[in-house]
């Protein structure tokens, strides 16, 4: 077993990033790290955790893992979470969860301003953690996604932008990996698989996510979680896999039967056909008329013509 947490698991990501007083160094390092170089955007600097003690969805599938929502010292939040399979609608999902968060901006300004609110909106952005790509989106590992003018392709506000993460995208090995960003997504997308974290003399952050992710650091109920939330994840792709397996078998025995079943019709077609000559041509060996071939077989007059 790996000495530290799976992230693509519940409890795992919760661990990672989204526990108080644990993880908000970790969350900060990472979204600072992911952030860098893009306009409009301030490190930062602290942030602290909002309901994070639910999942806004719970999926029989368990397609949709733990999220996290957590604001800035400015008052920015910040929605991120991981997605493990495709949605047909995942784009569209990820907008309406983003929007919804400048909604709520509006409800609580009326509470507290007594209906005097005048849409002074905070930043909402959400970070999306993708086990697939995007079909909206192109190949890069990171697309960032803002409003902006199309004349331009200016940026237009900062209400509202996405970071969407297509982990399929990055295959570079350790020694490849330059950037700080390329570091982390390299260990997310192998720590399950890790006995050693990989870059803790050059950084102190990743030597604190050793520390919180190892699985012999677990609290028990943490543990307990942890292990039900790994057998989900390994029944869910059992489960997906046997499907895809059998759904495989039925197209194949569906392709065999109808292809026999052309294949004997064709067969049966081309027997009539090769028969309706052999007699045209005993008839026309006998000397009977073009004309009475024609009528008897249905053959046209060239076709005759052309039978020895």
């Keep these: 077993m790996s000495r530290f947490v799976d992230p693509f698991t519940d409890t795992g990501f919760k661990i990672i990033f989204g526990k108080e007083n644990k ?15 893009q306009p409009d955007f301030d490190p930062v600097e602290k942030l602290h955790y909002l309901n994070n003690e639910r999942s806004r969805e719970s999926l029989e599938d368990r397609a949709i893992l733990y999220d996290i929502v957590c604001e800035t010292q400015s008052g920015h939040r910040f929605i991120v979470e991981m997605q493990r399979q495709p949605q047909p609608y995942f784009f569209g999902r990820s907008i309406y969860y983003v929007s919804r968060a400048i909604y709520e901006q509006g409800l609580r300004g009326i509470e507290r301003e007594k209906d005097k609110w005048d ?11 993708c086990d697939f790509h995007v079909r909206e989106l192109g190949k890069e590992l990171v697309q960032h996604v803002r409003l902006c003018d ?29 950037t700080e ?31 919180v992710s190892n699985v012999a ?43 026999l079943a052309e294949g004997r019709a064709e067969g049966r077609a081309e027997g009539r056909a090769d028969e309706i000559k052999r007699i ?20 046209s007059v060239t076709e005759i013509d052309n039978i020895q």
């Design 23 to 37: 993880s908000n160094e970790i969350l900060k390092a990472f979204l600072n790290d992911l952030f860098e170089g």
């Design 119 to 129: 849409y002074g909106l905070l930043p909402v952005i959400g970070v999306f953690f």
């Design 150 to 178: 199309t004349a331009t392709n200016k940026p237009v506000g900062n209400l509202m932008r996405y970071a969407f993460i297509q982990l399929p995208m990055f295959r570079k090995k350790e020694h490849e990996c330059l």
């Design 181 to 211: 960003f390329d570091k982390w997504i390299y260990i997310l997308k192998n720590m399950s698989k890790m006995q050693t974290m990989p870059f803790t003399s050059h950084r102190d952050i990743f030597e604190r996510l050793a520390s």
């Design 217 to 259: 650091a677990l609290t028990p109920d943490e543990r307990r979680q942890y292990d039900y939330d790994v057998k989900k994840s390994r029944d869910y792709h059992a489960e997906m896999g046997y499907a895809r397996a059998t759904a495989r078998a039925e197209g194949l025995a569906e392709g065999r039967a109808e292809g």
């Design 280 to 299: 045209a041509s005993n008839m026309k060996h006998m000397g009977i008329s073009v004309e009475t071939i024609e009528s008897v077989t249905g053959l």
